[in-house]
Nanobody, 129 residues
Framework: QVQLVESGGGLVQAGGSLRLSCAAS????????IGWFRQAPGRDREFVVS????????YYADSVKGRFIISRDNAKNAVYLQMNTLEPEDTAVYYC??????????????????????WGRGTQVTVSS
């Protein structure tokens, strides 16, 4: 089992940047693939990006491709989400999530909420126009 804690959220102007962190407990963090999701008020929780256990593969939602960058440091049990050129539409609570099974392959990038049994509590990101 793994516990996840997000941090780094805040208020930023449109065009600005934020870096979110997801800190994980547990000795087997490197065996988990990680996903970031977000939920805006009144909307469903949506997929943002996923990263493989080694960090060698990542898959981005079209809405953030080219603006967000995911990375992980397994030695520090951490995953990072660098968010650039932020837009008001990026305003949401951002969650990191972990799943222990499966490997990335063509067409399989674990974009569904059901792919992740472990979730953090989220961190608020607000982008002002």
């Amino acid at each position: 089992q793994v516990q996840l804690v997000e941090s780094g959220g805040g208020l930023v102007q449109a065009g600005g940047s934020l870096r979110l962190s997801c800190a994980a407990s547990g000795r087997t963090f490197s065996s988990y693939r990680i996903g970031w999701f977000r939920q805006a008020p009144g909307r469903d929780r949506e997929f943002v990006v996923s990263i493989s256990q080694s960090g060698g593969s990542a898959y981005y939602a079209d809405s953030v491709k080219g603006r967000f960058i995911i990375s992980r440091d397994n030695a520090k049990n951490a995953v990072y989400l660098q968010m650039n050129t932020l837009e008001p539409e990026d305003t949401a609570v951002y969650y990191c999530a972990a799943g222990a099974q499966g490997a990335f392959s063509s067409g399989i990038y674990y974009t569904g909420r059901d792919d992740y049994p472990y979730w953090g509590r989220g961190t608020q990101v607000t982008v002002s126009s």
